[in-house]
């Protein structure tokens, strides 16, 4: 059995081990190959990044003006750049800084007749002396040579008319500026119709207009100051156009991280190694920075990874990984992607080994079982040849006991010879029986025995048992109680079947009545059953062996430690033979007491 139990487990232990390892390689290996699918997708979206960035700035570079008349930088070539600026004298340049528009106001209001003719308006009208400023004013529009003069004094005269309570000629006045085109614009880049905007606001028609002149505005991305800007918002607000008023608080907001950028450009240059492409990240929305030949270009860096399709989105400050070397300060993050294929590849590797492990087992059980079997008919074939000479031991002793008395007694009269010879004849029929029934024991435990049945008289069986067992009882000195109800009707049995149960109940009562010397053999009927019981007044049976005596080659210990000999077959053809009948075998018993065993057997069922 240890062999057996070595044989299987081992491999089994073996095989378990080798999986286990298998599934933690299998494990690793998953592992390593998602760390390297990430780099490699970090990579490309570092490469990608890269030349599209690249390619924004070679076309920005495209559109600059050549190097000496180079004031402005020309419009972004692209949705996701946010600004781009020129570096003069070591200071960053905001395209909004070198506004031509701006460049040319101050040129023009400064010219000398023109500033000197306002100035003389303006004295008139802080003298309260309207009609005379409003008189210049006019004399001025008529005389200006540029739009932006026109309505730079037109502005002036329509707040001197607002004061002087003169509305109507006020608001025609601030008409004709909300008409100007937005290039006309003042000191600080705030095109000069935004100023009159805010007198038509109740206007329903007019206020279609000035939604019109804003929404152009936002769309002049890039090129509006941040006091436009600032102006522009509150008048998106007041006109309660929520998704302008965004998009202005947007463009405010980037205008205030270049200025910061604009601030901070002496400190970020110097630090910038000479190696190209370089790309530095910047600020809060991430902008990508690349300082090249005195301009600068500035890229919306969440933008222009939405507009790579990529998986790689803008992680927070601190957290995520980095693209790579010429992206520095950046930091992204990779969505997790589901390994499908490799869990796949795990699952199916551990459904095949639990699948090879429970077979294992389950082989082992079988054969575990079969090696019991197997050592458990050896053990029945070794107690089949000790039961076989219990069984035939008694007649046998019958048979030799009469043949020795007669051979000894030759004045035997013929009537006694007779009942001997009788009695060997009959002892030596059962022998044969006997024989027959003990090899039926085989054909038992494979379920094949037969039972010849005919109609048999139970009283006959029971006395005639009496009779066989009367002389072994006579020579050991035991007496017989034989109570026997001869009213019970025949019965369907195997005649000798029955004498057989009775014979084994009644050797074991001698057998196991230790100094007692009385037996009991009592055939009755209770109800529609036929009792047949036999008493002994001996060794009696422990309550939790009662159970297992009727169990094939089981010997209670106290039988066993007595010697008593028996192969433990007896009560189990007993218990076979009452059920092929239809009945059963009950035991009474207490220890040192004695015990009662009943055949119950059905009247007239057969
Ligand atoms: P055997 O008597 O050959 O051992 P049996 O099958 O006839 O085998 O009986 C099984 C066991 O039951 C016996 O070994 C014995 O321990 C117990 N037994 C049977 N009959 C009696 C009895 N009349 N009194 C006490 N014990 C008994």
Not at 225 to 253: G, M
Not at 328 to 352: D, F, K, M, W
Not at 432 to 454: C, M, P, S, T, W
Not at 548 to 556: G, H, P, S
């Amino acid at each position: 059995m240890l062999l057996l139990l070595t044989a299987v487990f081992v491999p089994y232990l073996v095989l378990a081990a080798l999986s286990l390892r298998m599934i933690r390689q299998e494990r690793q290996l998953e592992t390593r190959r998602a760390v390297e699918d990430r780099q490699r997708r970090l990579t490309l979206a570092g490469q990608q990044l890269l030349s599209l960035l690249q390619n924004f700035k070679l076309r920005q570079l495209a559109q600059l003006p050549p190097r000496s008349d180079r004031t402005t930088p020309g419009p972004p070539v692209d949705k996701c750049i946010a600004f781009v600026g020129l570096v003069r004298e070591g200071r960053l340049r905001l395209p909004w800084d070198d506004d031509p528009g701006v460049r040319l106001f101050r040129g023009l209001v400064t010219e000398a007749r023109f500033a000197s003719q306002l100035g003389q308006a303006g004295a008139q009208q802080r003298a309260a002396r309207y009609d005379q400023a409003a008189a210049i004013y006019n004399r001025v529009i008529e005389a200006a040579r540029h739009p932006a003069q026109q309505a730079y004094a037109r502005l002036l005269l329509a707040q001197g008319l607002e004061k002087a309570g003169r509305k109507p000629e006020s608001r025609r006045q601030y008409e004709r500026v909300l008409e100007l085109p937005l290039e006309h614009v003042d000191e600080y880049g705030v095109p000069l119709a935004f100023y009159a905007a805010p007198h038509f606001l109740g206007d329903d028609l007019r206020r279609q207009g000035i939604l019109r002149t804003i929404r152009m505005a936002a769309e002049r991305e890039g090129r509006l100051s941040p006091a436009a800007l600032y102006q522009a918002r509150d008048l998106a607000r007041t006109l309660k156009v929520s998704e302008l008023e965004s998009r202005f608080t947007e463009q405010i907001r980037d205008r205030e991280q270049a200025e910061a950028l604009q601030a901070d450009f002496a400190r970020l240059v110097p630090v910038r190694p000479a190696r190209e492409p370089l790309w530095s990240a910047y600020g809060q929305p991430v902008w990508l920075i690349s300082v090249a030949d005195a301009w600068v270009l500035a890229v919306r860096a969440g933008e222009a990874l939405r507009a790579l399709d990529s998986t790689v989105r803008l992680a927070g400050h601190g957290e995520g990984d980095s693209l790579g070397e010429s992206l520095p300060g950046l930091s992204v993050a990779l969505p997790a992607t589901v390994e499908l294929p490799a869990n796949y590849r795990r699952t199916l590797l551990i459904s095949a080994l639990t699948l090879t492990l429970t077979l294992t087992l389950l082989a082992a059980y079988l054969l575990w079982r079969d090696v019991r079997r197997d050592m458990e008919l050896a053990e029945m074939r070794s107690q089949f040849v000790s039961s076989v000479s219990h069984e035939l031991k008694t007649p046998l002793t019958t048979v030799r006991m009469f043949t020795e008395t007669m051979r000894l007694d030759e004045e035997m009269d013929r009537q006694t010879q007779c009942e001997y010879l009788d009695t060997i004849l009959s002892e030596s029929e059962r022998l044969g029986r006997l024989v027959d029934n003990v090899l039926d024991f085989a054909k038992i435990e494979q379920g094949a025995r037969i039972y010849h049945r005919q109609p048999v008289r139970l009283e006959e069986v029971v006395e005639e048992s009496a009779r066989v067992i009367g002389y072994p009882l006579k020579q050991s000195g035991f007496t017989l109680d034989l109570a026997v109800e001869r009213t019970l009707p025949p019965i369907e049995a195997d005649r000798d079947a029955l004498l057989q149960a009775i014979l084994n109940l009644m050797t074991n009562a001698m057998k196991y009545s230790d100094k007692s010397r009385r037996i009991g053999l009592e055939l009755r009927h209770e109800g529609d059953d036929a009792l047949i019981a036999v008493t002994d007044y001996g060794i009696g049976i422990a309550p939790e062996e009662q159970a297992r005596i009727f169990d094939r080659f089981y010997r209670a210990p106290a039988s066993q430690s007595q010697y008593i000999p028996g192969a433990g077959l007896g009560l189990t053809l007993v218990a076979h033979i009452a059920k092929a009948h239809g009945g059963d075998v009950a035991v009474r018993s207490s220890p040192g007491a004695g015990s009662t065993f009943t055949i119950r057997l059905p009247i007239g069922a057969e």
